[in-house]
């Protein structure tokens, strides 16, 4: 029990903000759950009679490239980035940086908005992947990559607890050793995402951001370039091969 005399002090605490500007290290790979997934989880499709299976083909690559990525409705890109991405990999970085916790970041800290805005070209990335499950299946999956690109993300932090030395040190530590998106460094298997803080006049921020805006994107977008050679290769095997069955798929 505290003495009747000892004082109670309660610090006074306040929120302020800050905007990064970051720059893609790695090429970034989008990968949101598609619109189709999403529906065959409340309703699931009849099943198809072999008629109807041996008429649809496995993947529609075009629209499974169109599909992956979050989207703005309306803003200066098209391509977006939920902003728990960067907010997960500022919490996850703690992990690895003495003195913090991802519970304290997580409390303490957060991305504003719903999506961020992508700056940068999109291209198609096709890979073998392994699916989710015992057997881990092989699987080619299709999505959308941004080889270049760039990105304002606004931070919200509680100070007294956090500062903005702190914030600055954590956030560049997250685009190093953690990234967003697919294959990032934080699972493991991969490299993509990775990011550097930089100065709002940064040369090749600006190029990006110039270059890579709404309207560079939906006609990347519709022209869906492959990403490399091996994406070509693919690309071209499937639509010679969706022609001469007949299949019904994207263009």
Same mark, same amino acid.
């Given at each position: ?10 610090? +006074? ?15 970034? &790979? ?7 997934? =999403? /529906?065959?989880? %409340?309703? !699931? ?9 041996? +008429? &649809?083909?496995? *993947? ?9 990525? *979050?989207?703005?409705? $309306?803003?200066?890109?098209? %391509? ?10 500022? /919490? ?12 304290? %970041?997580? /409390? ?16 198609? *990335? ?12 092989? @699987?080619?999956?299709? /999505?959308?990559?941004? !080889? ?5 993300? !606004?931070? =919200? ?31 493991? +298997?991969? $490299? ?13 921020? $600006? ?14 977008? *519709?022209?869906?370039? !492959? ?16 022609? @001469? ?7």
């Amino acid at each position: 029990m505290p003495k009747a005399d000892q004082k109670i002090e309660v610090i +006074s605490i306040k929120q302020e903000r800050v905007s990064f500007c970051v720059v893609g290290e790695t090429p970034l &790979i989008m990968n949101r759950l598609s619109e189709k997934a =999403k /529906r065959e989880f %409340l309703l !699931p499709a009849r099943k198809k009679n072999q008629a109807e299976r041996a +008429s &649809i083909a496995k *993947h529609d690559v075009i629209q499974e490239f169109r599909d992956s990525p *979050h989207t703005l409705t $309306n803003g200066p890109t098209l %391509l977006a980035m939920p902003s728990t991405a960067f907010k997960g990999a500022l /919490r996850s970085v703690a992990v690895d940086m003495p003195g913090a916790t991802k519970a304290q %970041l997580g /409390r303490l800290s957060y991305v504003e908005g719903e999506k961020i805005a992508i700056y940068g070209i999109p291209k198609l *990335h096709m890979a073998t992947v392994r699916q989710a499950g015992m057997a881990k299946t092989p @699987d080619v999956r299709s /999505r959308v990559i941004v !080889p270049r690109w760039a990105a304002v993300v !606004p931070i =919200k932090y509680t100070v007294p607890m956090l500062n903005l030395k702190t914030i600055n040190s954590l956030f560049q530590a997250a685009g190093l050793i953690i990234g967003v998106g697919d294959w990032r460094p934080e699972k493991g +298997s991969g $490299n993509f995402g990775t990011f550097r803080v930089v100065d709002e006049g940064d040369t090749e921020f $600006n190029d990006i951001v110039t270059e890579g805006g709404r309207l560079a994107q939906e006609a990347g977008m *519709h022209r869906a370039d !492959p990403y490399d050679a091996e994406t070509e290769e693919l690309l071209d095997w499937f639509k010679g091969e969706a022609g @001469d069955r007949e299949f019904k798929v994207a263009t």
